[in-house]
């Protein structure tokens, strides 16, 4: 069967000496009073607050420092004295999207650029997801980087050999050397462990039940979840069978069975993370038109158009999503490769699949946090990073209106759209 690929789919000893040198300076006088910072809240919008419960109408949350310290309906919360005020009347506000698949590119410049990216596009958190050499994904982790998604990583994957592919993976053939790769991986304190059981149609040899399931064993003894790579129903099933914790793909050879739903049922708390083919449809890219160039968002829009074959391939995968998402599978998000934009396409059709607009965001909020283990991000609740979207229609009427992006917030702070568009414009870079 021909494959679509996502995109055909584009982070106190010299402090104690300081104070005591301080206070012996000014003289033993007692410190001046430092003021608390300053509240803001933010009033009259429709508020999603990401765990599938109804949005509240006429919503008020306060955010101080980084936080949400309260949520509410307007009038009803107690707001500090001297708070700011934001009048979001007519918005609505939602969670800043997870991703828990990407692939980034390699170098500092390039990733940290390509998280300002994800962020101008209302992601708060993304995930590099089984290519990553080095220290430098673990470096950026540990950041706080300006106007940028924070980054979580799963290290390098692991694979058998795969010749003329990637060799950045762990190429494993025994159980031991699986074992031993994940010993690495846990020394590194990865987010999350990948692996790829497929056989990119028929040209290699592909994880055995007695590979994964020592990768799977070796995993959960260091307490880390592990999340697979698969195309076919039947190496689902052994995953299920060996313990996987998620899937970085849906089924895509064909239509499931009971069977696999069964096993799914059996085990309430896997994810699945859909990430669907191209829907081969054509469909209006001018969204992109503030920050893509006009000479690649007309290449782009021409390479939109209706493909038969392609549509096929995307039917199987939406049945087999609308299936288990009516079985109750916990569903997450993500949307491989490294196109900025990619997110509001991935959730426009998880909605052409069968989900509703609800179900999606808290597939790409809340269920993406429950999968790596975040507590801080996923939901707009008092105690949570302050990362949410403005937007100025709502997606809960017409998933699109994700699109319809007026500001981001990200750890409490804005991010400077416009800035990142004046840059991005004047180096005609996506």
């Known amino acids: 069967m021909h494959r679509v690929n996502a995109q055909s789919r584009h982070v106190m000893f010299l402090a104690g000496l300081f104070s ?41 949350f306060i955010v101080e420092n980084d936080r949400f310290a309260a949520v509410g309906q307007k009038g009803q919360l107690n707001v500090p004295a001297g708070a700011a005020r934001v009048d979001l009347t007519g918005k609505t506000v939602m969670p800043a999207i997870i991703d828990t698949h990407k692939h980034l590119r390699g170098t500092r410049e390039e990733r940290v650029d390509q998280l300002q990216h994800l962020a101008y596009y209302g992601v708060g958190v993304a995930t590099s997801l089984g290519h990553d050499t080095g220290d430098l994904a673990f470096q950026v982790r540990e950041e706080t980087i300006p106007n940028a998604a924070r980054l979580r990583t799963a290290g390098r994957g692991i694979t058998m050999p795969e010749p003329g592919r990637s060799d950045v993976p762990y190429w494993i053939k025994s159980e031991d050397e699986g074992r031993t790769a994940v010993r690495e991986q846990a020394a590194k304190r990865v987010d999350l462990v990948k692996i790829w059981v497929d056989d990119r149609n028929g040209q290699y040899q592909k994880l ?17 979840r592990v999340t697979a790579h698969i195309f076919a129903l039947a190496d689902a099933k052994g995953l299920l069978r060996a313990g996987i914790d998620a899937f970085a793909h849906g089924i895509r050879d064909r239509d499931i069975d009971e069977e696999v739903v ?28 503030e920050t893509v160039p006009a000479e690649e968002l007309q290449k782009l829009q021409a390479e939109s158009t209706d493909r038969p074959p392609v549509q096929q391939t995307f039917g199987i995968q939406a049945r087999n999503l609308a299936k288990l998402n009516a079985a109750g599978v916990r569903i997450a998000f993500g949307t491989d490769g490294n196109v900025p934009w990619q997110a509001h396409v991935e959730l426009a059709d998880m909605v052409a699949a069968g989900m509703t607009p609800a179900q999606v965001i808290v597939a790409a909020t809340r269920n993406s946090a429950d999968l790596l283990q975040l507590t801080d991000v996923g939901t707009v609740q008092a105690g949570k990073s302050a990362d949410f979207i403005v937007l100025d229609a709502n997606p809960l009427d017409d998933i699109t209106n994700t699109r319809r992006i007026a500001r981001v917030y990200l750890r409490g702070m804005e991010i400077d759209r416009a800035a990142l568009r004046a840059g991005w414009t004047a180096n005609k870079s996506p």
């Not at 040198?21 to 009259?44: D, N």
């Not at 069964?262 to 038109?289: E, H, I, K, T």
């Open 20 to 60: 005591i040198a301080l206070f012996l300076a000014t003289g033993c006088s007692t410190p001046e009073t430092v003021e608390a910072p300053q509240a803001t809240v933010f009033e009259g919008a429709r508020l999603i607050v990401g765990d599938g419960s109804e949005p509240i109408e006429d919503a008020a």
């Open 208 to 224: 055995s039940p007695a590979l994964y399931g020592a990768i799977i064993d070796e995993a959960h003894k260091h307490n880390l």
């Open 262 to 289: 069964g096993l799914f049922r059996d085990r309430p708390n896997v994810f699945l993370v859909p990430n669907l083919a191209n829907r081969g449809v054509a469909v209006d890219m001018s969204w992109l038109s």
